[in-house]
Structure formats: structure tokens, C-alpha cells
């Protein structure tokens, strides 16, 4: 069993080198091979392989960092620690450091001093290495083994490798992940260290960071300053350290040297970070559940949950600081589950997929195998109708029923399974679980607010009773919707009167009774509600589903692996691992007689501004930004081609959520921009890449150096910077293409 894995390997690897090509792919840097590289060169590169990605010495990647071990990316740009991502990676930072007497959102913030850095609410994680461990994994797996029993033995094997690998390290330092490729043909392990201070160190104001706001999010033209600054901690030795007044900044192993010498169409681009999620081997059954049952559900209950805030941040500016966190985690998802349904119809992809799976079926029918592929598609057919019955009561459990605040607190801090509620059971540490817990409602009530969450209550409770099968609906709320005709306003109303749970301060003293017992979480009408939601998902939704996950698992892997065997082009599918893409800065056209330049300029920020007061409307301009652009007051960050000053620019690089904050590098390994979204005519692009149409959108590094520089003053931090001012000669480097194999296309698809 295990050479015939080895054999796998073999013929998985060998294909994802022979059939590169330069616009789609979100490759392992550490699987750089020639074929790769040499297309890497033909769109321009000036660095070797080693410059990229070396496990024993300084290169590319040790100056990209995983935020929080993955929800975005940062890269070191200065030998002090100095930390460059996207101003929505750090928002939650931001966020949490202001109140309505430093309003940080509205009006920005900058340390002037390392003195004045603000605690940030996330660690950073630099890899380490990268190591193929699918034998170890794989270990004990048989052929015809359950899906059930195959799966154990994985996990089993799994968790004996990371232990080995944790012996002696702090987890607070030191991570190990094992992950899965190509549905769980191949497996990798990737070893982290976690440097847990950092802090704030610029950002500004979301006039300029957010411009644009939901109208322009997704969308080209774009104009949005979208970047925030950070530094990263160590102790004296220059090791991961918890927060101390005491750490000094981080000396990395490299830090990008950031170019100002300007972007041109064609010039080389390459991304490196940490893409969360694509299902870019989802087939054309998978494609029509999500168009037609799962994303119109997640919009509408969004939506809805939208409104609600927005209503109550329009009214206070307490609240809007309170939820501007929030309201953008749900908006963004939003706004990305409509353009994606869009786009998946508009661009046809339900047909594309349908077109593979015919080839796939005449590559398994026409060619002799040591293993058949027939059940694959049948498989995965059959798992996908089967599990449909089951997507609208998880849809609605997840965006709806955990949607409310007040539900998942409960849930995740009063349950049965929780300290508290084991330790009043049990009656012993209560102390300790009721300190604990403090700590932990002090954090979550701090950015709450009872009316929103009240409205919430009743709005989703409405929602899961009208959309959602009866035989979905748990016994108690099955009653109580009778009894209200499914209107559940009035109980929200009175819950929130009578609730202990509603603010801090109730909280505390419904926490400190000293006769709180187990009964009095178990009377709460929510925790009754919660637990029974609990009890019907898990026996009706997730257990009768998981046959059908399996068959999903088996026929998918199975589908993957003669993918890889018939020479199609597909890295594995993103899963918050370090990976790089290639490409180019392009323009595009996305329909007919309409075409889009490669980059904007600040005079668009000004053609979009709304002439208003509010400094929280999307499209409001600062008065000093005003003043710089009118006096053309751009310094040496200014397009040396017509004076104007740059804000955004495109590439062809292939990126997903968790890519943002990522580096734009040029030819030479030098920053050139940050990355942040993508583009709303590609929006099927984490399904079906579309080459033609599929751009990256980054902010260009010289308006972020103007920002810290000319509107902020914040010249320190340009100092601390290694900025390059011209453009590189093109000469390749020496040995660059040595032993370089000729390209080999990849087939096409009929």
C-alpha cells in the first residue's frame, strides 16, 4: 500500500510541473520546479528559486506572515519589524483601541513614536518549513477501507505527527499544521513560529482605508487606500514573546525592499500568501446547489441582519464603533455570495464543469488504469442530491440561529459542555470558571448592543420558522411559533426586559449569586431554545448528512486524482497555506467596447467624492487630501509618466480571501503593492478561474508611502523603509536558465 501511494506521488507531482501555466495556480513554494520556473521567467522574474522559498536560509518567505494563522497576510518591510497589510485586516484592531474620544476609524491613527504603538488583537505566524509527510499519514490505510475507518486512522496518524513535532516547543510560540491536498491524495506538515506582540502602528482614516466602502467593494475602477501598518515584537533574543514592555522589534530574516519606481503594464507580479478556502474541483451539480439553494439563502439572511445594524449605527456613534467591526465581517460575505452567483451564471461555469466531467468520463473509458474511475462521478452525484434535502436547515443554523449574539454566547459560554456549567454541576472550581467567564463577557459586552441584538433575535427566529421544514424546527420553538403564528417580535421584547444577559453589568450580578446553580441557566428561555437547535442539528442535520459526506469525500478524491492523471492544470485547492502566484500587471476587458485600465490615479478619488459632512460616508475625501491633490503635492511617489499620483493598480495574479494584505512583488523581490480584492466580473473565480477576466486589485505602494508620508507626517516610518527609486536593468541573473525544459502546453478541454 504504501509504494503504491509513493506512485501517486509521483505521477501528482509530475503532472503539477508539466502543466504550469503563468495566470491560474496557487502553488507550494517549496514544489517550485522547472517547467514552473521557466514560465516564472518568461513573465519576467529576475530571482532564483532559492530567493523564493528556502527552508535553510533567508529568502522570500520569511517576510510574509499569516495573520492570526491565516485570516489575512502581512509582509516585514523593515529590518525593525515593520509590518505592512490591508487597512480591513487590521479594522479589528483599530476597532477595539477606539472609543468616541479616539475615534481611530474616523480619523485615523498613527504612532509617532514606538512608544505610542497600540496593542494589536492577533499574533503572526512565519513559516518555517514544509515537509511531505503522506506515507506517515497514510499509514494503516487500505484499499476498501470505509470511508468512517479511513478517516480515523488518518486523524490518528495526524495527531501522533504533530505531537512528535511539538515535543519541546511552548504552543504559544510554535505551531504545527497537517494538512490535506488534492481531497487527501497528498499531505504536508507545516511548522510555524507565532509572535503574539504586535501592535498598531498607522492606519488611516477609513475615509481613505475604506473608500469606496460596499458600493466600490468587489468593483474596477477602485481607489481605496486599503493598507495599515504594524510592528512585530520579540524578546531580547529576539524570540516570539507574549506582549512586554520589555521586547524589543523583531530583527527578521528579510524584509522586502519597497520600489516607488513605478508599475507599467507587463511588468512581472507575484503574490505571495495565505489564500483561505477555493473548490475549484467542485463539479456542475456542486455549482447548481450553490446558485440556486445555498448563496440566495446566505444573502437574504445577511441582509437582513445588516439592516438591523445599520439601522442602530446611524443613530449613535458609540454603536458605530461598537459595530463597524461586525457589520463589515457580514457585509463582505454578502456582497461576495451576490456577485459569485452572478458571475457563476454569467460566465457559463455549470457548463465548463459539465465539459470536464464528459472528458474525465471518456479519459477513464478509453484508457486502460490500475484502478477504475467510474464510481467517482456517481459518487459525488448521488452525495450532492442526497445531502440538498439538508442545505437549508445548515445554512439556516449557521447564518441565522448562530447569527444572533446572544444565541452563540449562551451557546459557547453557558452550555452544557462549557466550564461554567460543568463546574456548578460538579461543584467544583466554580471560583475559577466564574473568573474566567468574566473575563471572557467583559471582552464580548464591551461591543454589544441589547437593541440590535434584540431586533436580531426576533428576526432570525422568524426566518428559520417561515424558510426552514417543520421537521426542522426543535419542540419548544415549534410551539412557541404556533402560539405567536410565527412571529416572535413579542418574545424578544420580553426576553430582553427580563434577561440577565443582556449587559455587563446584569451579567455580573446574575454571575455572582451565590446560590447560581445549573437550574438557573437551564430556566432561560434562549438557553432552552439554543440547546434544542443544538439537539435538532446534530441528529437531524449533521448525522443523517455525514453518509452522505462520505461518498462526497471518497468520490471527489477519487475524481481529483485521475484530474491530476489526465494532465490538467490545478495547484490543489487553497487551505490557509503559504503559497505563491505568478502573472502580470494587466488591464482587461470585461464586456463589449469596454475596457479598463491597469491602474487609477487619485484624480478618480476626487471625481467620486459626495460633497458632504459625514466623514462615515463612503465616498467622503478629507479636506487635507483635498489640499495635497490640488497643490500636486505628491513628492517622488508621483507617475513619472504624466505626475499623477497612483492609487491602484491590476495583475492577472490568482488570489482568495485570506490573500489580502499580501505583498506585490516585482521581478527583483521588492514590494510593489498590497493586494485586497478581486474583481466582480471574476467572482466564480475561487470556482472556475477565468483567465481573460480574472485580476487581482492592490493598492500601489507609492500612494501608501504618500499617505504615511505627506498626509500623516509620518516620515519615520519612510525612513525606516529600504526604498528603491529606479527601475532595474532587465539582465537575468547568472544560471538563471540552466537545465531549463522546454514548456509543454496544457491540453485542452473538449
Same mark, same amino acid.
Given at each position: 500500500?504504501?509504494?503504491?501511494?509513493?506512485?501517486?506521488?509521483?505521477?501528482?507531482?509530475? %503532472?503539477?510541473?508539466? %502543466?504550469?501555466?503563468?495566470?491560474?495556480?496557487?502553488?507550494?513554494?517549496?514544489?517550485?520546479?522547472?517547467?514552473?520556473?521557466?514560465?516564472?521567467? *518568461?513573465?519576467?522574474?529576475?530571482?532564483?528559486?532559492?530567493?523564493?522559498?528556502? $527552508?535553510?536560509?533567508? @529568502?522570500?518567505?520569511?517576510?510574509?506572515?499569516?495573520?492570526?494563522?491565516?485570516?489575512?497576510?502581512?509582509?516585514?518591510?523593515?529590518?525593525?519589524?515593520?509590518?505592512?497589510?490591508?487597512?480591513?485586516?487590521?479594522?479589528?484592531?483599530?476597532?477595539?483601541?477606539?472609543?468616541? *474620544?479616539?475615534?481611530?476609524?474616523?480619523?485615523?491613527?498613527?504612532?509617532?513614536?514606538?512608544?505610542?504603538?497600540?496593542?494589536?488583537?492577533?499574533?503572526?505566524? %512565519?513559516?518555517?518549513?514544509?515537509?511531505?509527510?503522506?506515507?506517515?499519514?497514510?499509514?494503516?490505510?487500505?484499499?476498501?477501507?470505509?470511508?468512517? /475507518?479511513?478517516?480515523?486512522?488518518?486523524?490518528?496518524?495526524?495527531?501522533?505527527?504533530?505531537?512528535?513535532?511539538?515535543?519541546?516547543?511552548?504552543?504559544?510560540?510554535? $505551531?504545527?499544521?497537517?494538512?490535506?491536498?488534492?481531497?487527501?491524495?497528498?499531505?504536508?506538515?507545516?511548522?510555524?513560529?507565532?509572535?503574539?506582540?504586535?501592535?498598531?502602528?498607522?492606519?488611516?482614516?477609513?475615509?481613505?482605508?475604506?473608500?469606496?466602502?460596499?458600493?466600490?467593494?468587489?468593483?474596477?475602477?477602485?481607489?481605496?487606500? /486599503?493598507?495599515?501598518?504594524?510592528?512585530?515584537? !520579540?524578546?531580547?533574543?529576539?524570540?516570539?514573546?507574549?506582549?512586554?514592555?520589555?521586547?524589543?522589534?523583531?530583527?527578521?530574516?528579510?524584509?522586502?525592499?519597497?520600489?516607488?519606481?513605478?508599475?507599467?503594464?507587463?511588468?512581472?507580479?507575484?503574490?505571495?500568501?495565505?489564500?483561505?478556502?477555493?473548490?475549484?474541483?467542485?463539479?456542475?451539480?456542486?455549482?447548481?446547489? !450553490?446558485?440556486?439553494?445555498?448563496?440566495?439563502?446566505?444573502?437574504?439572511?445577511?441582509?437582513?441582519?445588516?439592516?438591523?445594524?445599520?439601522?442602530?449605527?446611524?443613530?449613535?456613534?458609540?454603536?458605530?464603533?461598537?459595530?463597524?467591526?461586525?457589520?463589515?465581517?457580514?457585509?463582505?460575505?454578502?456582497?461576495?455570495?451576490?456577485?459569485?452567483?452572478?458571475?457563476?451564471?454569467?460566465?457559463?461555469?455549470?457548463?465548463?464543469?459539465?465539459?470536464?466531467?464528459?472528458?474525465?468520463?471518456?479519459?477513464?473509458?478509453?484508457?486502460?488504469?490500475?484502478?477504475?474511475?467510474?464510481? !467517482?462521478?456517481?459518487?459525488?452525484?448521488?452525495?450532492?442530491?442526497?445531502? @440538498?434535502?439538508?442545505?437549508?436547515?445548515?445554512?439556516?443554523?449557521?447564518?441565522?440561529?448562530?447569527?444572533?449574539?446572544?444565541?452563540?454566547?449562551? $451557546?459557547?459560554?453557558?452550555?452544557?459542555?462549557?466550564?461554567?456549567?460543568?463546574?456548578?454541576?460538579?461543584?467544583?472550581?466554580?471560583?475559577?470558571?466564574?473568573?474566567?467567564?468574566?473575563?471572557?463577557?467583559? !471582552?464580548?459586552?464591551?461591543?454589544?448592543?441589547?437593541?440590535? /441584538?434584540?431586533?436580531?433575535?426576533?428576526?432570525?427566529? +422568524?426566518?428559520?420558522?417561515?424558510?426552514?421544514?417543520?421537521?426542522?424546527?426543535?419542540?419548544?420553538?415549534?410551539?412557541?411559533?404556533?402560539?405567536?403564528?410565527?412571529?416572535?417580535?413579542?418574545?424578544?421584547?420580553?426576553?430582553?426586559?427580563?434577561?440577565?444577559?443582556?449587559?455587563?453589568?446584569?451579567?455580573?450580578?446574575?454571575? +455572582?449569586?451565590?446560590?447560581?446553580?445549573?437550574?438557573?441557566?437551564?430556566?432561560?428561555?434562549?438557553?432552552?431554545?439554543?440547546?434544542?437547535?443544538?439537539?435538532?442539528?446534530?441528529?437531524?442535520?449533521?448525522?443523517?448528512?455525514?453518509?452522505?459526506? @462520505?461518498?462526497?469525500?471518497?468520490?471527489?478524491?477519487?475524481?481529483?486524482?485521475?484530474?491530476?492523471?489526465?494532465?490538467?492544470?490545478?495547484?490543489?485547492?487553497?487551505?490557509?497555506?503559504?503559497?505563491?502566484?505568478?502573472?502580470?500587471?494587466?488591464?482587461?476587458?470585461?464586456?463589449?467596447?469596454?475596457?479598463?485600465?491597469?491602474?487609477?490615479?487619485?484624480?478618480?478619488?476626487?471625481?467620486? *467624492?459626495?460633497?458632504?459632512?459625514?466623514?462615515?460616508?463612503?465616498?467622503?475625501?478629507?479636506?487635507?487630501?483635498?489640499?495635497?491633490?490640488?497643490?500636486?503635492?505628491?513628492?517622488?511617489?508621483?507617475?513619472?509618466?504624466?505626475?499623477?499620483?497612483?492609487?491602484?493598480?491590476?495583475?492577472? +495574479?490568482?488570489?482568495?480571501?485570506?490573500?489580502?494584505?499580501?505583498?506585490?512583488?516585482?521581478?527583483?523581490? *521588492?514590494?510593489?503593492?498590497?493586494?485586497?480584492?478581486?474583481?466582480?466580473?471574476?467572482?466564480?473565480?475561487?470556482?472556475?478561474?477565468?483567465?481573460?477576466?480574472?485580476?487581482?486589485?492592490?493598492?500601489?505602494?507609492?500612494?501608501?508611502?504618500?499617505?504615511?508620508?505627506?498626509?500623516?507626517?509620518?516620515?519615520?516610518?519612510?525612513?525606516?523603509?529600504?526604498?528603491? +527609486?529606479?527601475?532595474?536593468?532587465?539582465?537575468?541573473?547568472?544560471?538563471?536558465?540552466?537545465?531549463?525544459?522546454?514548456?509543454?502546453?496544457?491540453?485542452?478541454?473538449?
Amino acid at each position: 500500500m504504501k509504494n503504491l501511494f509513493k506512485i501517486t506521488l509521483s505521477i501528482i507531482l509530475s %503532472f503539477q510541473f508539466l %502543466f504550469t501555466k503563468a495566470d491560474e495556480g496557487m502553488w507550494l513554494p517549496m514544489l517550485l520546479g522547472d517547467a514552473t520556473y521557466k514560465n516564472m521567467v *518568461e513573465c519576467g522574474i529576475r530571482l532564483t528559486p532559492e530567493q523564493i522559498y528556502n $527552508a535553510n536560509s533567508s @529568502s522570500l518567505k520569511d517576510a510574509i506572515v499569516a495573520l492570526g494563522g491565516g485570516f489575512c497576510t502581512g509582509e516585514v518591510i523593515s529590518d525593525q519589524g515593520l509590518m505592512l497589510t490591508n487597512h480591513h485586516c487590521g479594522f479589528g484592531t483599530i476597532q477595539a483601541n477606539s472609543n468616541t *474620544e479616539h475615534d481611530y476609524l474616523t480619523d485615523g491613527f498613527w504612532a509617532m513614536n514606538k512608544k505610542d504603538e497600540l496593542p494589536a488583537d492577533f499574533g503572526v505566524w %512565519f513559516l518555517n518549513e514544509i515537509s511531505d509527510v503522506t506515507d506517515q499519514v497514510l499509514e494503516g490505510v487500505e484499499v476498501g477501507m470505509s470511508e468512517d /475507518d479511513r478517516n480515523k486512522a488518518i486523524q490518528r496518524n495526524m495527531r501522533a505527527l504533530s505531537a512528535k513535532a511539538m515535543e519541546g516547543k511552548n504552543r504559544d510560540d510554535f $505551531a504545527v499544521k497537517v494538512k490535506s491536498f488534492y481531497y487527501g491524495n497528498l499531505y504536508y506538515m507545516f511548522t510555524y513560529n507565532i509572535f503574539n506582540d504586535v501592535r498598531l502602528v498607522g492606519a488611516p482614516p477609513s475615509s481613505i482605508g475604506k473608500f469606496g466602502g460596499d458600493t466600490d467593494n468587489w468593483m474596477w475602477p477602485r481607489h481605496t487606500g /486599503d493598507f495599515t501598518m504594524f510592528r512585530i515584537y !520579540a524578546d531580547s533574543d529576539n524570540n516570539p514573546s507574549a506582549y512586554s514592555n520589555d521586547n524589543q522589534p523583531l530583527k527578521p530574516k528579510h524584509s522586502l525592499p519597497v520600489s516607488i519606481a513605478g508599475v507599467q503594464q507587463g511588468d512581472y507580479a507575484m503574490i505571495m500568501g495565505y489564500p483561505g478556502s477555493t473548490d475549484r474541483f467542485l463539479t456542475s451539480w456542486g455549482v447548481k446547489e !450553490a446558485v440556486e439553494v445555498e448563496q440566495p439563502a446566505r444573502v437574504k439572511i445577511r441582509r437582513i441582519k445588516l439592516d438591523i445594524m445599520e439601522e442602530q449605527m446611524n443613530k449613535s456613534q458609540k454603536v458605530r464603533i461598537q459595530y463597524a467591526s461586525k457589520f463589515a465581517r457580514v457585509s463582505n460575505y454578502w456582497k461576495y455570495f451576490i456577485g459569485q452567483s452572478e458571475q457563476l451564471v454569467k460566465n457559463n461555469v455549470q457548463s465548463k464543469k459539465e465539459k470536464i466531467e464528459s472528458s474525465f468520463t471518456k479519459w477513464y473509458t478509453t484508457n486502460n488504469s490500475e484502478e477504475t474511475y467510474a464510481e !467517482a462521478l456517481p459518487l459525488i452525484q448521488k452525495a450532492i442530491h442526497g445531502e @440538498s434535502k439538508y442545505t437549508i436547515p445548515s445554512v439556516y443554523f449557521q447564518e441565522a440561529i448562530y447569527g444572533s449574539e446572544i444565541m452563540r454566547f449562551i $451557546a459557547r459560554n453557558l452550555g452544557s459542555s462549557s466550564n461554567l456549567y460543568s463546574s456548578l454541576s460538579s461543584g467544583e472550581g466554580v471560583k475559577e470558571a466564574k473568573e474566567k467567564i468574566s473575563d471572557i463577557a467583559r !471582552a464580548y459586552y464591551k461591543d454589544y448592543n441589547a437593541t440590535i /441584538d434584540q431586533n436580531t433575535l426576533a428576526a432570525v427566529l +422568524n426566518l428559520y420558522y417561515n424558510d426552514v421544514p417543520s421537521e426542522y424546527h426543535p419542540t419548544l420553538f415549534a410551539e412557541m411559533g404556533e402560539k405567536n403564528k410565527g412571529d416572535f417580535t413579542d418574545f424578544a421584547n420580553k426576553y430582553f426586559k427580563k434577561s440577565p444577559f443582556t449587559s455587563f453589568e446584569k451579567f455580573e450580578e446574575w454571575l +455572582n449569586n451565590e446560590k447560581l446553580s445549573t437550574k438557573h441557566i437551564d430556566k432561560d428561555p434562549v438557553f432552552q431554545l439554543t440547546s434544542e437547535f443544538f439537539a435538532v442539528f446534530r441528529n437531524k442535520v449533521m448525522t443523517p448528512s455525514s453518509a452522505f459526506k @462520505s461518498d462526497y469525500n471518497n468520490g471527489m478524491r477519487l475524481f481529483v486524482k485521475g484530474l491530476q492523471k489526465m494532465g490538467m492544470n490545478k495547484a490543489s485547492d487553497a487551505n490557509s497555506t503559504m503559497r505563491f502566484t505568478y502573472g502580470n500587471v494587466l488591464p482587461y476587458d470585461p464586456a463589449d467596447a469596454v475596457h479598463y485600465d491597469f491602474y487609477t490615479t487619485l484624480e478618480g478619488v476626487m471625481q467620486k *467624492e459626495v460633497n458632504t459632512e459625514d466623514k462615515n460616508h463612503e465616498f467622503y475625501v478629507p479636506q487635507k487630501l483635498k489640499d495635497l491633490y490640488d497643490s500636486k503635492d505628491f513628492g517622488p511617489y508621483a507617475r513619472k509618466e504624466d505626475g499623477k499620483l497612483p492609487v491602484g493598480f491590476l495583475s492577472n +495574479n490568482d488570489i482568495t480571501g485570506g490573500n489580502s494584505g499580501s505583498p506585490v512583488i516585482n521581478a527583483h523581490g *521588492e514590494l510593489i503593492g498590497t493586494a485586497f480584492d478581486g474583481n466582480w466580473e471574476a467572482m466564480s473565480g475561487d470556482i472556475y478561474f477565468e483567465p481573460n477576466i480574472q485580476r487581482t486589485i492592490s493598492v500601489d505602494v507609492r500612494y501608501t508611502l504618500f499617505i504615511i508620508d505627506k498626509y500623516a507626517g509620518a516620515t519615520h516610518l519612510i525612513d525606516e523603509m529600504n526604498i528603491i +527609486n529606479d527601475r532595474h536593468d532587465e539582465e537575468k541573473v547568472e544560471g538563471q536558465q540552466s537545465n531549463m525544459p522546454e514548456p509543454v502546453l496544457s491540453p485542452t478541454m473538449n
